[in-house]
């Protein structure tokens, strides 16, 4: 089955820098779509950043600029660089996959997911 697991979170101060890595498993990587997506308790889940088939990257507009989604097709894995963090940018970060060949931002598109990595940044 459809396995996905984040790692890389942790604590940066303002301005700081960290990169996520997703390990993907259980089915054919580069046949889905990707993406991360970020919830603060309380508040629903917002889209962060998406990869299709074709590579073609999307970016919310909260995070255009500083954050880098890719995906490595042999190591089956989806990574997102965050650099310039802000603590707006605090949060669980998730991944997720879809077995279609464009997705973008569209949360409703996404059925698989991993357990979550958390991100803090402070002032």
């Known amino acids: 089955q459809v396995e996905l697991v984040e790692s890389g979170g942790g604590s940066v101060q303002d301005g700081g820098s960290l990169r996520l890595s997703c390990e993907a498993s259980?089915?054919?990587?580069?046949?889905?779509?990707m993406a991360w997506f970020r919830q603060v308790s309380g508040k629903d889940r917002e889209a962060v950043a998406s990869?299709?088939?074709?590579?073609?990257?999307t970016y919310a507009d909260s995070v255009k600029g500083r954050f880098t989604i890719s995906q490595d097709n042999v190591k089956d894995t989806l990574s997102l660089q965050m650099n310039n963090l802000n603590p707006d940018d605090t949060a669980m970060y998730y991944c997720?996959?879809?077995?279609?060949?464009?997705?973008?931002?569209?949360?409703?598109?996404?059925?698989?997911w991993g357990q979550g990595t958390q991100v803090t940044v402070s002032s």
């Open positions: 997720a996959a879809a077995r279609f060949y464009r997705c973008e931002l569209d949360v409703s598109r996404y059925p698989y």
């Open positions: 259980g089915y054919t990587f580069d046949e889905y779509c």
């Open positions: 990869i299709d088939v074709d590579g073609t990257t």
